[in-house]
């Protein structure tokens, strides 16, 4: 790494497919909004040769300024993939969205990807979000590198900024996170910053200058010496610590030299095993620059210390029945086992799935088994069908270059999949396959909507339906209580690009409207009621009488019904007649149109006439007899509560726990968990959290989560509830 000159390669860095999986590297680009990601991945492709100008991913740089704004800000919330070629090996790299709402797309690059690239800002630091994505890929042992980035800026300090990395990251093992370069600074200006212009190199102790456009290298000079030494001895020592070579440290301490390819290779495998993270630092090509600074150390790391699909520990595979599966995974020539991680629309093109192929070859023209996971409570229907694929083709910036087939570890674009919907297995027609999930995060924020016209209201449910196939992180609710259709996402920011999709790709305009929740009635005390529906208008009337008594019952207890009439009062053939009127009057509400649950409804006495009485003159009766009791008693309003479990950092917890207690929370517990964080377990009003996935992260500085679950209906404070009944009334 860093011991080879480079030129630009021209067109071709332009990568389509791999024909092994030995010469393909996924890399996913994680780090919070405006840490640089995507000008990096445009400053790669740059310097590999995929395009010809700096800003441009696209063929030639043949777009608009205005089409490039609105490009790179779709750019900013969705995964995308932009693959580039490199001394002979396909890179993939996916671009994935700073903004906490958007974690689905975080997650889907995490499946699709077999290391991981953190990028920090030299300005911004590091983030609680992004060291709970770096805490997500120690779990699963995924390869990761820092780059670090906005070195430009006036009070931006690598060495700092590196420091700060290896508390953030490094663990028990903050020497596992090194420097492979350090900032090479020319000449200060007027107002004393001196610019980045280079890199040296700590193991090849080369300089490598960038400050014409091109990399030049060079030797150390005078002061650079001691500076490049002192870092280079801590970086060696770092190596040999995860050498697989036991004696290395002993013969090093003992003055030993150690040879410079026994330290990159150490290097590259350590890496690759994700037990030691190297720090470069990068910077965007400026001007007319054909190579950004650090780029080329950066396309090194990748392909020689990054792994390749075939060292990938894939995820589990069974048959759609569950019946676990065993194979040779990223095997070109295995059974089919392909992902669509990302689904997304083109208002030309149409549905565009990203696929990953983590066994098999996927081929053109080939029928496939789509398997889907079932994910109906978020509105996806469960998939077992098969479906053609179409053009395959690589995606870079918005052009599509077709390709006949994709092998194991690589990845593509199949266009036009009307069944498939994100997170779905692709396999053989003969041999159908289910991977097991990647988890998915809940969607918490709810967003009532409701059509702005009559054309839209036609529009809508086909529209939504789209939606959510693109995005599994969505949940699409028809509620039966309060009748709204609710779509649940993860943020604001979701939202509002929830809205802004259905506009301008479905042509749907909605009206967003106050989110509802479903309360609910019960009675406070025993009350009695007398129904009588007597009436005489010529030919049959209707003529029914009955007196029921209501009394309350614990929680959870619904509606029961009780028949204690003697004597024949009500003739038995009425008696359901009046247990379906209550019923009917229970499900309407008693005083506020909301529902009435736990009571129990005891049919006393009644009288009947021969000729006149009915089953619809009865049902009438006991629903009259049914608010008659509730006109004499007190009426309590029900509202739902949710235990609501938050794990968030020890330093926010006093802030979290005040805010609940602000909420009408009840704090159950606390219990202490691994890094630093607490679980902190409440029953709060569900009409109190409507925005809690907002709030909680400005509390907490985005690093804590919730969880929510019904508990159960109980009765509202008389204030809330009276509060709640006046806004009714100014409604309407």
Not at 216 to 223: A, I, L, T
Not at 352 to 372: E, K, M, N, P, W
Not at 532 to 561: D, N
């Amino acid at each position: 790494m860093g011991d080879k000159a480079h030129t630009h390669p021209g067109a071709a860095g332009r990568a389509t497919a791999a024909d092994h999986p030995a010469s393909v590297r996924n890399v996913v680009l994680v780090g919070h909004s405006g840490s640089g990601k995507t000008t990096l991945v445009e400053a790669l492709a740059l310097t590999a040769g995929a395009v010809n100008r700096a800003g441009r991913v696209e063929d030639g740089g043949c777009v608009s300024d205005y089409d490039e704004i609105e490009h790179r800000q779709q750019r900013s919330v969705q995964l995308s993939l932009v693959p580039v070629e490199w001394d002979g090996i396909k890179i993939n790299l996916l671009d994935t969205p700073g903004y906490a709402d958007f974690v689905g797309d975080l997650r889907a690059g995490l499946r699709a990807a077999d290391a991981a690239l953190f990028v920090v800002s030299a300005s911004d630091g590091v983030d609680g979000s992004t060291r709970m994505v770096w805490d997500e890929c120690a779990a699963v042992g995924m390869p990761r590198a820092i780059v670090v980035t906005h070195l430009e800026a006036a009070r931006a300090d690598f060495e700092e900024m590196t420091r700060i990395c290896a508390e953030a990251f490094g663990g028990d093992d903050p020497d596992a996170v090194l420097p492979l370069y350090l900032p090479l600074r020319g000449p200060q200006g007027p107002d004393g910053h001196a610019p980045v212009t280079g890199l040296m190199g700590l193991l090849t102790q080369r300089l490598f200058d960038y400050s014409s456009g091109v990399r030049e290298e060079s030797e150390p000079v005078g002061d650079q010496l001691p500076v490049i030494e002192e870092a280079r001895s801590l970086l060696i020592e770092g190596i040999i610590a995860e050498s697989e070579d036991e004696t290395l440290m002993d013969r090093y301490l003992g003055g030993e030299p150690v040879d410079v390819g026994t330290l990159i290779q150490d290097l590259e495998r350590a890496v690759a095993r994700g037990a030691f993270f190297p720090v470069l630092a990068a910077a965007p090509a400026a001007g007319g620059a054909r190579q950004g600074l650090g780029t080329v150390e950066l396309l090194e790391l990748i392909t020689r210390g990054f792994p390749t699909p075939l060292e990938r520990e894939a995820p589990r595979v069974t048959t759609p029945d569950g019946t676990p599966r065993e194979l040779r995974m990223c095997d070109p020539g295995e059974s089919l086992v392909a992902e669509v991680v990302k689904t997304s629309s083109d208002p030309y093109v149409g549905r565009i799935s990203l696929i990953r192929v983590f066994s098999g070859t996927l081929r053109a023209d080939q029928t496939v088994h789509v398997s889907g996971h079932g994910l109906a409570d978020r509105g996806h229907e469960d998939h077992d069908v098969d479906e053609r694929i179409g053009a395959l083709s690589t995606p870079f910036g918005k052009q599509q270059r077709p390709v006949t087939h994709v092998i194991a570890g690589d990845l593509a674009c199949v266009a036009k999949l009307t069944r498939a919907e994100t997170g779905d297995t692709l396999s053989a027609k003969d041999d159908p396959l289910l991977m097991a999930p990647w988890e998915m995060p809940d969607p918490l924020l709810p967003l009532a909507i409701q059509a702005h016209s009559k054309p839209d209201e036609d529009k809508l449910s086909q529209g939504l339906a789209r939606l959510v196939a693109e995005d599994p992180t969505m949940r699409l609710e028809q509620n039966q209580d309060t009748h709204q259709v609710v779509l649940w996402c993860l943020g604001e920011a979701h939202a509002d690009v929830a809205l802004e999709r259905l506009r301008s790709r479905y042509g749907v305009q909605v009206d967003v409207v106050p989110h509802q929740v479903s309360l609910r009635e019960t009675f406070g005390s025993r009350a009695t009621g007398r129904g009588r529906h007597v009436k005489q208008s010529g030919g049959h009337g209707q003529y029914a009488i009955c007196e029921i008594e209501v009394e309350p019952l614990p929680g959870g207890s619904g509606i029961e019904f009780v028949d204690r009439v003697v004597g024949g009062a009500v003739p038995r053939q009425f008696i359901p007649s009046v247990e379906k009127g209550v019923r009917a009057q229970a499900a309407r509400g008693v005083a506020s149109g909301h529902p009435l649950i736990d009571v129990r409804i005891t049919l006393l006495d009644g009288k009947a006439h021969s000729v006149d009485s009915s089953d619809a003159a009865f049902q009438t009766a006991g629903a009259l007899a049914l608010r008659e009791a509730a006109a004499d008693a007190r009426i309590h309003l029900l509202e739902p509560v949710a235990e609501v479990g938050v794990l968030v950092g020890d330093d926010y917890v006093g802030a979290v726990m005040s805010d609940l207690s602000g909420r009408r929370g009840r704090v159950l517990g606390t219990e202490r968990t691994n890094g630093g964080q607490t679980l902190i377990r409440a029953e709060i009003p569900e009409i109190e959290i409507g925005r809690y996935a907002v709030d909680l992260r400005s509390l907490s500085h985005g690093t804590a989560r919730f969880d929510r679950r019904y508990a159960r209906h109980e009765p509202m404070p008389p204030q809330v509830a009276e509060r709640l009944r006046e806004e009714a009334r100014a409604a309407s």
